[in-house]
């Protein structure tokens, strides 16, 4: 299984990106999907998830802001960002939970960094 995250950069503060996670050796409709971030020196912290049944739940610090879905057909799930602060600065990772075998999965990290 992996997960290759791609999408992040430098955007200005008030500013717009779209993470996605592309998937593959399982299919995400039997998977929870999730988007954590880490800043360094910080634990990382979950931002936003998305069940197989695409029910969303979001950090109380995004909600408003941002919105994860997910395409099962294209097995990719994405993270629309908006009205970026430069608090959202971090390294953006995408998560997997396996429902049937209880096993995670992480992608390899992007940067996002929001600046003026």
């Known amino acids: 299984v992996q997960l290759q995250a791609s999408g992040g950069g430098l955007v200005q503060p008030g500013g717009s990106l779209r993470l996605s996670c592309a998937v593959s050796g399982i299919r995400i409709s039997i998977a929870f999907m999730d988007w954590y971030r880490q800043v360094p020196g910080k634990q990382r912290e979950l931002v936003a998830s998305i069940t197989a049944s695409s029910l969303t739940n979001y950090a109380d610090s995004v909600k408003g802001r941002f919105a994860i879905s997910r395409d099962n057909d294209n097995n990719t799930v994405y993270l629309q960002m908006n009205s970026l602060k430069p608090e959202d600065t971090a390294v953006y990772y995408c998560?997997?939970?396996?429902?049937?075998?209880?096993?995670?999965?992480w992608g390899q990290g992007t940067l996002v960094t929001v600046s003026s």
């Open positions: 998560h997997l939970f396996n429902r049937i075998t209880r096993e995670n999965y």
